[in-house]
T-cell receptor, first 113, second 116 residues
Framework: ETGVTQSPTHLIKTRGQQVTLRCSSQ?????VSWYQQALGQGPQFIFQ???????GRGNFPPRFSGLQFPNYSSELNVNALELDDSALYLC????????????FGQGTRLTVV | EDQVTQSPEALRLQEGESSSLNCSYT??????LFWYRQDPGKGPEFLFT???AGEEKEKERLKATLTKKESFLHITAPKPEDSATYLC?????????????????FGSGTRLQVQP
């Protein structure tokens, strides 16, 4: 049990729609990172938020956006969904941007049809 | 650019048959190398962090070691419940504060199946 919870666990959306995925971090963890994991691949870094501001982004287009709230919750928003967006989306929380890696949520499985 | 390569892609062992998984990495200054276990459809479960060459860590039947270019995850006398995908990831030091370098870079994993 990592103390990081994600919702929903599964989601099916239609191409072109928008989706919001949610993550609740451990209390006191002011850093949250989001990853996309395609089937059979390792997770890929989408972006990180630290103290409610974006603190780094991987190679993902602007239609992937996020928010972090003072209550240690965060959101990943994806606009104009494409079939290739089908993946397991993971969030990970940590005390600081340097101390990362130990606390992943169980993920949200997104299927785009 | 940080790179992580894991081998083999898949490994099938008999219960009790010890083996090792390999993680080769390229990173401009290593802050930490991470090992995870991942069950199908679940998030990665943290196993170990290694910080410097020569470091070793153990947990039950698992032992992780680190050199300057690779890490090994040794599995001693595995049981069927050890069946999972094992992921390796690196975090860069120093330059990590630049945009896009604060994250973990993962390999594609080794799918381990242990048969009774």
């Amino acid at each position: 049990e990592t103390g990081v919870t994600q919702s929903p666990t599964h989601l099916i959306k239609t191409r072109g729609q928008q989706v919001t995925l949610r993550c609740s971090s451990q209390s006191g963890h002011n850093t949250v990172s989001w990853y996309q994991q395609a089937l059979g691949q390792g997770p890929q870094f989408i972006f990180q938020y630290y103290r409610e501001e974006e603190n780094g982004r991987g190679n993902f287009p602007p239609r992937f956006s996020g928010l972090q709230f003072p209550n240690y919750s965060s959101e990943l928003n994806v606009n104009a969904l494409e079939l290739d967006d089908s993946a397991l989306y993971l969030c990970a929380s940590s005390l600081t941007p340097r101390l990362i890696g130990a606390f992943f949520g169980q993920g949200t499985r997104l299927t785009v049809v | 650019e940080d790179q992580v390569t894991q081998s083999p892609e898949a490994l099938r062992l008999q219960e009790g048959e010890s083996s090792s998984l390999n993680c080769s990495y390229t990173v401009s200054g290593l802050r930490g190398l991470f090992w995870y276990r991942q069950d199908p459809g679940k998030g990665p479960e943290f196993l170990f962090t290694l910080y410097s060459a020569g470091e070793e860590k153990e947990k039950e039947r698992l032992k992780a070691t680190l050199t300057k270019k690779e890490s090994f995850l040794h599995i001693t006398a595995p049981k069927p419940e050890d069946s999972a995908t094992y992921l390796c990831a690196v975090q860069a030091e120093g330059l990590s504060w630049r945009v896009g370098r604060r994250a973990l870079t993962f390999g594609s994993g080794t799918r381990l199946q242990v048969q009774p």
